[in-house]
């Protein structure tokens, strides 16, 4: 699995509220709301990469758990293994099938990205300009633009149903077209926090970068 896939696997933000709090606010303001309020999180996660022609090249199914600040964690489970968690200012990324080991710090491997909108608090209006895009079926859409130059990807559209996160779409700076939805959510549950903690099994190879 390419550098490119990890790189898109930690934008995730899925964080969602329940939608009575949400019937008469702007999308934008949904969106402050719901990341100023959700400090924990779990969901099921379907991830999309589409190709040039506008199809699915490949689909992953998996769990995703959100601890802020500076805690998630990306199980894949279908149809491979793999797992992505942040834990002590680092990230691991862990292939199964390679048998590898590849550890990072959070701020080189999140960097200008969406996952900062996971790992801690940021304000939305330094970093991104947002534009709304209107209702698709029940859907509001949010596009987030990075402010900075040194920025991994070009593009956020961020989907809202009823106050609650659905899917998301970015388009990064490697030409790669990724769509994650969202399901099962659960919001501020408490999570065990061994599931943050990460020693490489016995035998596989580590890369510290």
Do not use: C
Not at 21 to 49: I, N
Not at 76 to 88: A, C, G, H, M, N
Not at 108 to 130: C, H, Q, R, W
Not at 178 to 193: E, L, Q, V
């Amino acid at each position: 699995m390419t550098t490119a896939f990890f790189r898109t696997a930690i934008i995730a933000l899925s964080l969602a509220l329940p939608a009575a709090a949400f019937a008469e606010a702007k999308p934008v303001e949904q969106l402050k709301t719901f990341l100023a309020k959700t400090r924990s999180l779990t969901a099921d996660f379907k991830q999309v990469l589409i190709n040039e022609a506008g199809n699915p090249a490949q689909t992953t199914y998996g769990v995703f758990y959100l601890q802020r600040p500076g805690k998630f964690r990306w199980d894949y489970q279908k149809p491979f293994q793999q797992q992505i968690i942040s834990t002590d200012g680092k990230v691991w990324f862990y292939d199964t099938d390679l048998e590898q080991v590849t550890v990072k710090k959070l701020g080189d491997s999140v960097g200008s990205t969406p996952a900062l909108l996971l790992s801690g608090d940021i304000v939305l209006e330094d970093n991104y300009t947002m534009e709304q895009q209107g209702v698709d079926g029940d859907l509001q859409w949010i596009k987030l633009l990075p402010k900075s130059q040194d920025s991994s990807f070009k593009y956020l559209t961020i989907g809202l149903e009823k106050g609650d996160l659905s899917g998301m779409e970015l388009s990064d700076n490697f030409g790669q077209l990724t769509r994650i939805y969202f399901s099962n959510i659960k919001h501020n549950p408490t999570i065990n926090p061994t599931l943050f903690k990460f020693e490489a099994p016995k035998g596989v190879d580590v890369f510290s970068e």
